[in-house]
C-alpha cells in the first residue's frame, strides 16, 4: 500500500515540479536583454503585437544591423507608406528595405511567412534578428527553429512599457505571463500546429 502511495505522490508532484522549474527558466527567457545588440545580422524580423516592436525594427535598420527587414502580421490594409507615417518615417527611405508581411495572425503563422520570405530572397539569409516581446520571445523562436533550422536566430526582446513602467496591475501581468507560459507549453507539444495558421486569433 504505501508503494502504491509512493508511486502515485512521484506521478503526482514529479510534471509539478517540471512546470516549476519550466516556468523559472520561462521567467528568465522574459526578463533577458537583447542578445548581442551591436552585432550584424543578415536580416531583422518583427512579429507584430504591439507598436514598440515595429519602432525598434525600424530603429535596428537604421543603425545598420541589417540590410533587410520584415514585419511579420501586420494588419491587411496597411501599406509601407502608412507604416512609415506612424512611426514617422520617409517612405522613399524603407523603400525596398523593408517588407510587410500580411498573412500572419499567429505565431506559428509568423514563422511560416518569414520562412517563406527568408526562401525567396536574392541571397541566402543565415541569420535573423528576432524582434517581439519578452514574454513571447521563448515561442516565436520555437516555432522558427521549427521553420528555419538552419537559421541562426538572435532575439531582441521588447519590454512593453506597460509592463516595464509598471502600468499594468500585478495581477494582469501575472494572468499574461501565466497564459503566454500555457501557449509556450502547447506549442512545445506541437498543439499550435493543429489550429489553422490563417483563422486562429492574434497572439
Known amino acids: 500500500m504505501k508503494w502504491r502511495l509512493r508511486r502515485l505522490a512521484t506521478a503526482l508532484l514529479l510534471p509539478l515540479a517540471l512546470a516549476a522549474i519550466g516556468g523559472v527558466w520561462f521567467l528568465a527567457q522574459v526578463a533577458a536583454e537583447p542578445e548581442e545588440p551591436l552585432r550584424p545580422t543578415d536580416a531583422i524580423v518583427v512579429l507584430t503585437g504591439g507598436a514598440e516592436r515595429v519602432e525598434t525594427g525600424l530603429s535596428l535598420l537604421e543603425e545598420g544591423a541589417a540590410p533587410r527587414l520584415l514585419i511579420s502580421g501586420v494588419a491587411p490594409r496597411l501599406g509601407l507608406a502608412e507604416l512609415a507615417r506612424t512611426h514617422g518615417r520617409d517612405a522613399a527611405a524603407l523603400e525596398g528595405r523593408v517588407t510587410l508581411g500580411h498573412v500572419a495572425t499567429t505565431t506559428r503563422g509568423n514563422a511560416m511567412e518569414i520562412a517563406a520570405w527568408v526562401r525567396a530572397q536574392p541571397r541566402p539569409v543565415a541569420s535573423l534578428r528576432v524582434v517581439t516581446a519578452g514574454y513571447h520571445m521563448p515561442r516565436a523562436t520555437l516555432e522558427l527553429r521549427r521553420a528555419l533550422p538552419g537559421v541562426e536566430l538572435v532575439p531582441h526582446p521588447v ?10 496591475p500585478l495581477p494582469r501581468v501575472a494572468r499574461l505571463l501565466a497564459g503566454e507560459y500555457v501557449k509556450y507549453g502547447g506549442a512545445l507539444l506541437g498543439l ?6 490563417r483563422e486562429a486569433g492574434q497572439r
Open 192 to 197: 499550435a500546429a493543429l489550429v489553422p495558421a
Open 159 to 168: 519590454g512593453p512599457s506597460v509592463l516595464r513602467d509598471g502600468v499594468m
